[in-house]
């Protein structure tokens, strides 16, 4: 039983079939895409014999482009891979940059996408609610192209931590104010008193609102906090000795 060659329509890799496989739907080796064994042919020869050889898979028109899958007519111009051998359209090696055969080692290089280029999604979707309009707006936006709504981030809010959020950046600038003159109440040693209760009252039940502003006002309070309550409990110590000296 013979053999011939013949080349995969998909990735032009050169394939080895015996006669019997003719018209059998089989995987490429090379790349794993269903191919049609074609039917044989007969080639002329010197001498006037004939040679048996597998048909052109696009009815005598030449091979196929690995990159376009179209017939490369003859004397169109036209490229061979260096180290499979596969042949291309010039202009499609060119526009590819490299072989298509996978596993070839003159394949180009394949970029990874950034991530500005890869739309942001949540849950699945690409697209989001606004929590202040409710219109639909794109998953990665941080502005409502609808109401003019900002976020903080793109990741997905409902109307309720919206507001909440809303009403805690109009409260920013009173925080931040109110932070500097606790820290002041509490440096200074005639208000140290006041600084310390004040500091004592207010801190634990503001202290999620600190956190959002910068690092540095939350340790205004902790370090003003500390100082208040140190000059406090020095001046009491100092006062209960001065009243034992006195007596």
Not at 2 to 30: I, Y
Not at 57 to 68: E, K, S, V
Not at 123 to 152: M, S, Y
Request: charged fraction near 15%.
């Amino acid at each position: 039983m013979g053999g011939f060659q013949f080349k995969c329509p998909r990735c032009a890799q050169l394939l080895d079939a015996p006669e019997e496989a003719v018209g059998m739907t089989l995987p490429c080796p090379n790349c794993n895409q269903p191919i049609q064994i074609p039917a044989l042919a007969t080639t002329p020869v010197a001498g006037g014999a004939a040679e048996a050889g597998p048909a052109s898979p696009a009815g005598g028109r030449g091979p196929l482009c690995a990159i376009c899958l179209s017939p490369i007519a003859a004397g169109e111009a036209k490229n061979a891979c260096p180290a499979c051998r596969a042949e291309y359209h010039a202009e499609c090696w060119q526009e590819n940059g490299g072989c298509a055969v996978y596993g070839c080692s003159q394949v180009p290089a394949i970029e990874k996408r950034q991530a500005l280029e890869i739309p942001v999604s949540y849950w699945g979707r690409e697209k989001k609610q606004c929590p202040n309009c409710k219109h639909e707006i794109l998953a990665a936006a941080v502005r409502c192209r609808h109401c003019g709504a900002t976020f903080d981030s793109a990741r997905p809010q409902d109307a309720a931590e919206f507001q909440q959020r809303t009403e805690l950046t109009q409260r920013l600038p009173a925080l931040r104010r109110t932070v500097v003159v606790l820290f002041i109440f509490s440096v200074l040693p005639c208000l140290a008193p006041i600084g310390a209760v004040w500091g004592a009252i207010w801190y634990p039940t503001h202290r999620e609102d600190v956190r959002v502003l910068p690092t540095i006002y939350g340790a205004l309070c902790k370090i003003g906090l500390g100082i208040a309550i140190g000059q406090t409990v020095a001046m009491v110590l100092i006062t209960l000795l001065f009243s034992l000296v006195r007596h």
